[in-house]
Nanobody, 126 residues
């Protein structure tokens, strides 16, 4: 089992920035691909970004392209999501997840992720 804990959420105004962090409880995390998803009230979970174990490949959802950057620091068992130019529609709970099945895949499919954090709330006001 790998526990994931997100932090860095909060309330910002439109155009602001936040950096989300996700720390894993076990060193094995560095051999997994990782991703960020989000879920707004009344909406389905949405893919935001993913990164493979070696951080050489990333993938972004349409809403994140050009504004968000995913990165990881395997020495610290951490994955980050830098978010800029935030909009009210970015308001959601953001989840970190680990893909143990395909470490070389920056997948946008939530079904491929085994471990999930409890989420951190991001609220963007206009």
């Amino acid at each position: 089992q790998v526990q994931l804990v997100e932090s860095g959420g909060g309330s910002v105004q439109t155009g602001g920035s936040l950096r989300l962090s996700c720390v894993a409880s076990r060193r094995t995390f560095i051999s997994y691909a990782a991703g960020w998803f989000r879920q707004a009230p009344g909406k389905e979970r949405e893919f935001v970004a993913a990164i493979i174990w070696g951080a050489t490949t990333t993938k972004y959802g349409d809403s994140a392209k050009g504004r968000f950057t995913i990165s990881r620091d395997n020495a610290k068992n951490m994955v980050y999501l830098q978010m800029s130019s935030l909009k009210p529609e970015d308001t959601a709970v953001y989840y970190c997840a680990a893909n143990t099945r395909s470490p070389y895949a920056a997948s946008d499919n939530s079904n491929e992720y085994t471990y999930w954090g409890q989420g951190t709330q991001v609220t963007v006001s206009s």
